[in-house]
């Protein structure tokens, strides 16, 4: 098995069994909370709630089912319903209101009662990784950069900090 695969499947399989509880945006990376909601102090002394684990993720990704892609990174950049006027998307902003937002707010609010639970993960040589949850959705996370941050799972308690940049994980 290559290594990098085994070492990232390894520090992945402990998201085995965590419910999603939250996602967010910051700029066009998304931030995921997997576990038990907490509440921790940030660097600036706010105290905000987040998951025990927080998945943020700055390459190309999708959530989808066997019916096919529900949203991925690229819905960023597009309304957040339907237009038929050009005049329209050139003054739009995605930071006003975009599909990847809209979707997201709408998946995670459909689970809020009973979150999916990460069912099982995978990983490939380039660290590209895949959540499979028990609701029959999957988490496809592609590393598709020779130089920048793909993505970086924390644990909140300290134990764990992986980065994964230009395909290759880095603690």
């Given amino acids: 098995m290559n290594d990098v695969k085994q070492m990232v499947e390894t520090i992945l399989c402990k998201l085995v069994g965590q419910s999603l509880v939250g996602a967010a945006r910051a700029a066009d990376m998304l931030t995921l909370q997997l576990g038990e909601l907490r ?3 940030t660097p600036l002394g706010r105290t905000v709630e987040t998951g025990e684990w927080a998945l943020h993720i700055q390459c190309a990704w ?5 019916q096919g892609i529900y949203t991925g990174r690229s ?19 995605p930071e006003l209101g975009n599909l990847r937002d809209s979707r ?10 009973s979150p999916a639970k990460v069912q099982s993960v995978s990983s490939d040589c380039f660290a590209g990784i895949r959540l499979h949850f028990d609701d029959g959705y999957t988490l496809e996370v592609f ?3 020779s130089s920048d941050e793909d993505w970086r799972l924390i ?9 994964v940049i230009g395909g290759k994980p880095e603690w």
């Fill in 39 to 41: 509440q921790r102090q």
């Fill in 62 to 66: 999708r959530i989808g089912n066997a």
């Fill in 75 to 93: 819905d960023y950049w597009q309304p957040p319903e339907a237009v038929e006027s050009d005049a329209v998307i050139e003054s739009w902003n």
């Fill in 104 to 113: 997201m707010s709408a998946w995670i609010a459909q689970r809020q009662t």
């Fill in 143 to 145: 590393s598709d950069s």
């Fill in 155 to 163: 644990a909140w308690d300290g134990d764990e900090h992986l980065v």
